[in-house]
């Protein structure tokens, strides 16, 4: 599967922007999808995760829990990042990223910050957010 990265732009502090991670091939439904996202001289780290195919399994990093919406339309083959309530600290590049190893698993190498294991990985799409 080939990802695209999409939506990103600059925004005041408050404000919301709606990334999206377009899929192109096959069995787009079979794949865990996961939002990264570096910031300048910074690691890059996990900020959402959705289940492959069932959408009810959700991750989010804790910082951005409650301002974060991450959502999935198979039909589509396009997987959302909706943020709301936009901090200076949201700036980043963010990718998304896909893989078909068991859920739990990936959400556990993110929390411990092996990012670099998905499998496939979009191009990425800035966000600036300006205090």
């Known amino acids: 599967v080939q990802l695209q990265a999409s939506g990103g732009g600059s925004v005041q502090a408050g404000g919301s922007l709606r990334v999206s991670c377009a899929a192109s091939?096959?069995?787009?439904?079979?794949?865990?999808i996961g939002w990264l996202r570096q910031a300048p001289g910074k690691e890059r780290e996990g900020v959402s995760c959705?289940?492959?195919?069932?959408?009810?399994?959700?991750w989010y990093a804790d910082s951005v829990k409650g301002r974060f919406t991450i959502s999935r339309d198979n039909a589509k083959n396009t997987v959302y990042l909706q943020m709301n309530n936009l901090k200076p600290e949201d700036t980043a590049v963010y990718y998304c990223?896909?893989?078909?190893?068991?859920?739990?698993?990936?959400?556990?190498?993110?929390?411990?910050?092996?990012?670099?294991?998905?499998?496939?990985w979009g191009q990425g799409t800035q966000v600036t957010v300006s205090s």
């Open positions: 990223a896909a893989d078909g190893s068991p859920f739990g698993f990936l959400v556990r190498a993110v929390e411990a910050g092996r990012v670099g294991l998905w499998r496939q």
């Open positions: 091939g096959s069995s787009f439904d079979d794949y865990n």
């Open positions: 959705i289940g492959n195919s069932d959408d009810s399994r959700l």
